[in-house]
């Protein structure tokens, strides 16, 4: 493993399963187009300081972008849902559907349940990866990849979690242009899930991903 990659069983990590890091929370307030969110984040989860840049930019984007609709009833992904931001802005989009934030790290888990409870939205589902059905098939995915967890355990991850999109689904993601952003859409265009580049800003790639045909 090279000498700066963080090693999964590394406790002070956002992917390790059970942090060991102090407590230290934060609280920080998201701003959408319908209102304003307030969340917690903690040591030991991602994006530990608050809105980290990548979901910044990705919320501005997503937030005019006017995909297609999705039906009432439907089941959204958020994968490594860290304190939920994601998953938060998803549930007040879209109140009709069921959205499952997912992410190994307990703590994270624990947060982002906390968060959905604070700010009212009865619509998040907070799962482990194993926890969620393998026969749920999803109309949307958002999220902010894991991408330090390796470019082979990233790559497991999304074949995964690509395979769960319904027949007409749409993955988005956002990627850090120096970390391999161009050829991840590359790769996952070569398994047959066609990519786009949805938007590129402040060095980050947003990416749109369609089920495969």
Same mark, same amino acid.
Request: proline fraction near 5%.
């Given at each position: 493993?090279?000498?700066?990659?963080?090693?999964?069983?590394?406790?002070?990590?956002?992917?390790?399963?059970?942090?060991?890091?102090?407590?230290?929370?934060?609280?920080?307030?998201?701003?959408?187009?319908?209102?304003?969110?307030?969340?917690?984040?903690?040591?030991?989860?991602?994006?530990?300081?608050?809105?980290?840049?990548?979901?910044?930019?990705?919320?501005?984007?997503? @937030?005019?972008? %006017?995909?297609?609709?999705? /039906?009432?009833?439907?089941?959204?992904?958020?994968? +490594?849902?860290? =304190?939920? &931001?994601?998953?938060?802005?998803?549930?007040?989009?879209?109140?009709?559907?069921?959205?499952?934030?997912?992410?190994?790290?307990?703590?994270?888990?624990?947060?982002?349940?906390?968060?959905?409870?604070?700010?009212?939205?009865?619509?998040?589902?907070?799962?482990?990866?194993?926890?969620?059905?393998?026969?749920?098939?999803?109309?949307?995915?958002?999220?902010?990849?894991?991408?330090?967890?390796?470019?082979?355990?990233?790559?497991?991850?999304?074949?995964?979690?690509? @395979?769960?999109? %319904?027949?007409?689904?749409? /993955?988005?993601?956002?990627?850090?242009?120096?970390? +391999?952003?161009? =050829?991840? &859409?590359?790769?996952?265009?070569?398994?047959?899930?066609?990519?786009?580049?949805?938007?590129?800003?402040?060095?980050?790639?947003?990416?749109?991903?369609?089920?495969?045909?």
């Amino acid at each position: 493993m090279p000498k700066n990659t963080p090693s999964s069983s590394d406790p002070q990590h956002y992917f390790s399963e059970t942090p060991q890091a102090p407590s230290r929370r934060k609280e920080f307030a998201l701003t959408g187009t319908d209102g304003e969110l307030t969340l917690s984040t903690d040591t030991g989860v991602f994006s530990q300081h608050g809105l980290d840049k990548g979901t910044s930019v990705f919320l501005e984007v997503m @937030a005019k972008h %006017d995909g297609a609709p999705i /039906a009432s009833g439907s089941s959204i992904c958020d994968i +490594g849902c860290g =304190s939920g &931001a994601i998953a938060l802005t998803l549930a007040v989009r879209y109140p009709e559907c069921t959205i499952y934030a997912v992410d190994t790290n307990k703590r994270a888990r624990d947060i982002c349940q906390e968060n959905a409870a604070r700010n009212g939205l009865k619509n998040i589902v907070v799962k482990a990866p194993e926890e969620v059905d393998s026969s749920i098939r999803f109309a949307v995915m958002w999220t902010n990849p894991p991408i330090r967890i390796g470019k082979s355990a990233l790559h497991d991850l999304l074949e995964l979690w690509l @395979a769960r999109l %319904d027949t007409d689904g749409t /993955a988005f993601l956002v990627v850090n242009k120096n970390l +391999g952003a161009d =050829s991840l &859409a590359q790769w996952m265009t070569g398994l047959s899930y066609p990519t786009t580049r949805l938007a590129s800003r402040n060095g980050f790639r947003v990416l749109e991903v369609k089920a495969r045909g």
